[in-house]
Every structure is written in C-alpha cells, then in structure tokens.
C-alpha cells in the first residue's frame, strides 16, 4: 500500500501571535501551536504516523507565512526513506513567505536505507522583506547498526527561485561519489543550514554572519569537513560531512542559535520536542 498525503499550514497573525491554520488528506499532521518564547512565535511539529516512505509514496508540504508571522517548524523524529522495488519515494516541501514574515524550517534528519529510490526536494518563495532559516541533514545507511548504503538512489533538491538552487543525486554505487576526496571522502551524513533573505543582505551583517558561523565551526570536532560561504548576496549557507548524524546536527543547532541571535535578536530557543 502506498501512501499520498498532503499537509497545508497558513500562518497569520492573530492579534500578537502567529496562528497556524492547518488541513490535511492523509497520514501528515501537524501538532497543537505551541509558544514557548516571548513574541508570538508560533513552535509547530510535524508527525507522519507510517514513519517513513516507500517507493510509490509521496508527501506534498505547503506553507505560507503571512506578513510580520514568525513560525518555527520541527519533527519529533527522522524521515525514513525505505527500499523500494521499483517507484520512487518523494517528499516535496514549497514554503511561501510574504511581506516581513520569519519562518525557521528544522526537521530531523533524513535517512535514506538501502535500496531507496528517493526525492526530497525543498523550495521556499520570499518576498522583499521576509527571511528564512532552515536545514537540511541525510544520512546514508546507518552504518553503526551494520546497515550500510549500498544500493539505490537519493536525489536532494534545494531552491529558492532565481536566488540559489542546490541538486544533487547521490547513487550508492557511485564509489567516486561515495567514497572519493572530492565527494563524500567515506562519510555518511551530509548536512547544511542556510539563511536566506528576499533581497540582498547588508554587507556588514552577511559578514558577522559569516563570520560568527566561522567562529563556531573552527571550535568544533568537524572544523576540518565544513565551511561558510554566501554563495549569493542573499544567502549564507554552511556545509559539513560527519560520519554519522549527531556531531553533524550539534554544529548545525549551535549555527542556528548564534545566527537566530545576531540576524533576529532573539534567543536560542529550542524545540520542547529536542529534548524529549
């Protein structure tokens, strides 16, 4: 049995908070607002009951931030891309922000188990005024549980119309890819977080972005597999290869907090879900 399932969140203000008004069809839900921080900012998780994909399944996420809304998006756990037979298994997420709206997109990482024929694509829609934050972490196989990646296929699509655009396919029999110095060099979780504004950023702030991101990198165990660039005057991206998931999301999590500080003032609050 294949799973189609389509969840839509529209975020508006409701006096001084953001307020999520959400529908689905099928097996994708969004969890009661929660508001854990001054602001109105409005903290949802994302839950997929069959926990995880199989080819021929397919999940849409749309979301649309209304002007001066700020939400925070999150999942209680990874998403699973299991072997498939045959059809493709695709997540497709389109995020919609208008007028100065904020919204912070930081699932859990994604799996992709052996034998998966797998799409996750993102793409996020900005007006002049609205930013962004979000991450993206996959991990191939889990190697410490003696589940290699071995076979199959994970395509990674990551767009903001016009502004930047990352795609890539990561072929499991691709040892050049997999293994190689200049691909993955034998590590098995790929990871990036990037912030990103609907015009261009002022000079001095893109550069104490860069330049706190930097900072936290260069004290960090993966100092030596990531970097910071701004690949574009409206975007600030930081990559890593870890060889598993955790090291990978702590550096990405401290990125976070230290860019949610100096580009928002706001404090780093996390997820009620992280620590549960």
Not at 23 to 49: A, F
Not at 92 to 110: C, F, H, K, M, N
Not at 198 to 205: A, C, D, L, N, V
């Amino acid at each position: 049995m294949t799973w189609l399932a389509q969840l839509e969140i529209d975020y508006t203000l409701g006096g001084e908070r953001t307020v999520a008004h959400h529908t689905h069809n099928g097996p994708l839900r969004v969890l009661q607002s929660l508001y854990p921080e001054p602001g109105g900012i409005c903290h949802n998780v994302l839950v997929h009951p069959p926990g995880g994909l199989v080819g021929g399944d397919a999940l849409t996420i749309t979301i649309t931030g209304a002007d001066h809304t700020h939400a925070l998006i999150t999942t209680p756990g990874a998403t699973r891309f299991y072997r498939s037979n045959q059809d493709l298994a695709v997540q497709r997420t389109v995020i919609t922000l208008a007028g100065r709206s904020r919204l912070e997109w930081l699932p859990l990482e994604a799996i992709a188990y052996d034998q998966c024929l797998a799409e996750n694509h993102l793409t996020v829609n900005l007006d002049a005024d609205s930013e962004f934050i979000g991450w993206d972490v996959t991990a191939f196989g889990l190697p410490n549980a003696s589940l290699p990646y071995l076979q199959g296929s994970f395509m990674q699509h990551i767009e903001v119309p016009g502004i930047w655009l990352e795609r890539g396919r990561l072929d499991a029999s691709d040892a050049r890819l997999m293994n190689g110095p200049l691909g993955l060099a034998g590590h098995r979780c790929m990871a990036s977080v990037f912030f990103v504004s609907g015009k261009p950023i002022e000079r001095t702030r893109r550069e104490q972005a860069l330049e706190l991101a930097r900072s936290t990198v260069g004290s960090h165990a993966l100092c030596t597999t990531a970097g910071v660039t701004s690949p574009n005057p409206q975007v600030i991206v930081l990559r890593v290869l870890a060889p598993m998931v955790e090291p990978a999301m702590q550096l990405l999590r401290q990125v976070w907090q230290v860019w949610r500080q100096h580009l928002w003032q706001l404090p780093a609050t996390t997820p009620r879900v992280w620590s549960t």
